[in-house]
């Protein structure tokens, strides 16, 4: 055996760089894994790009507790490759990496502490979790954004709390903006609560935390932050209007209503004749549709004799879901006087809708 390993060992450090490569296989494939310290000090010192891959294939057929302490010294080093290898090996080797890289959250050197994180997002396994918890509490700011984006990102519903309480505590806006973010995502009802309380109007978040916002209010929204989103609409509707009936969308979705509340309908009914791409007006109609506040027939109605075809056509389709009969007489006369042949194939679907 041990001429075997000195063999190797020789074959890695050949002229040859076929030779290095194939040696570096063999020890992979054979699970020499006293060769493995070896393999790692070529990887650091190795010019080809091909022996590298080489090394790096075989490391990841050699699962276990040497790999992984032999490994952890490249997150270290100078060179991107090696520490990205680093990383890559570190998450092939699963759970039995966490104890390391949880050792490594802890490193003196943040870059260490952040390509830890790195990893143990990479593992994609629920005893990651709370080893990535821990650095909520890191004195970097990088770290923590980090943290919370994989958070989020490993929908990691468990540690909602955690990020509520970042988002309670902290000012700065890059890090504010990642807690919204994972909060859409993992966001509990203390988390729909907070962000109630802490912005309640759009002009109460900074531009720069205004997108990450309706991001929340699109996946995590609900009835709490109707008046966040009618300041929405009122401040930012025109520039965000994607964003708005994303949010509109999401959070009726989620709490479903027979009615829209007054408030937000006459929002929405100023907003709908401002100056919005008609692609939009014909989203919010058709959505409006849904709901039953008597006054919806006289703005569905109205908007049906737009000259312009989507608004038109968002209407005749609102009127159908509508699904009041006060609508015939009106349906009856466009369908008579319609040239565009989808709006007439909308007028024939919402008048069959209404039983005619």
Do not use: W
């Amino acid at each position: 055996m041990v001429a075997q390993l000195q063999e190797l060992i020789r074959r890695l450090r050949d002229p040859d760089e076929d030779e290095r490569a194939f040696a570096a296989e063999d020890i992979g494939y054979d699970l020499v894994y006293e060769a493995v310290p070896f393999m790692v000090e070529r990887l650091e010192v190795e010019p080809s790009r091909f022996v590298r891959e080489a090394i790096v294939g075989s490391l990841r057929l050699m699962p276990g507790p040497a790999v992984v302490n032999a490994v952890v010294p490249l997150l270290r080093s100078q060179d991107a490759f090696v520490r990205n290898a680093g990383i890559d090996l570190l998450a092939h080797q699963g759970p039995d990496s966490l104890p390391a890289l949880a050792v490594m959250l802890h490193d003196a050197d943040k870059d260490v502490r952040k390509m830890a994180l790195d990893a143990l997002f990479l593992l994609e396994m629920e005893g990651a979790v709370p080893v990535i918890m821990e650095a909520l509490e890191d004195p970097d700011l990088n770290v923590v954004i980090t943290a919370v984006e994989y958070l989020g990102r490993l929908e990691a519903t468990a540690a909602a709390p955690a990020v509520n309480r970042v988002l309670a505590t902290h000012t700065n806006l890059l890090l504010r903006c990642a807690c919204l973010e994972a909060l859409a995502v993992i966001g509990d009802m203390e988390s729909k609560e907070l962000v109630a309380s802490l912005y309640p109007s759009f002009t109460a978040a900074s531009p720069l935390e205004q997108y990450s916002l309706t991001k929340f209010l699109a996946r995590c929204g609900n009835c709490l932050h109707l008046p966040l989103l009618i300041s929405l609409i009122e401040e930012r509707g025109t520039a965000m209007a994607k964003e708005v009936i994303n949010a509109l969308q999401g959070i009726f979705r989620r709490s479903p209503a027979e009615v829209l509340p007054p408030d937000l309908l006459a929002a929405l009914s100023a907003y709908i004749d401002s100056p919005l791409n008609d692609i939009n007006k014909y989203e919010l109609l058709v959505f409006v549709g849904e709901f039953r506040n008597p006054e919806i027939l006289d703005l569905l109605s109205t908007h049906a004799r737009s000259r312009s075809r989507l608004v038109a056509l968002g209407a005749v389709e609102g009127l159908g879901l509508y699904g009041n009969r006060a609508a015939l007489p009106l349906l009856r006369e466009l369908q008579a006087e319609a040239v565009d042949e989808d709006l007439a194939d909308a007028i024939a679907r919402s008048l069959e809708q209404l039983g005619e």
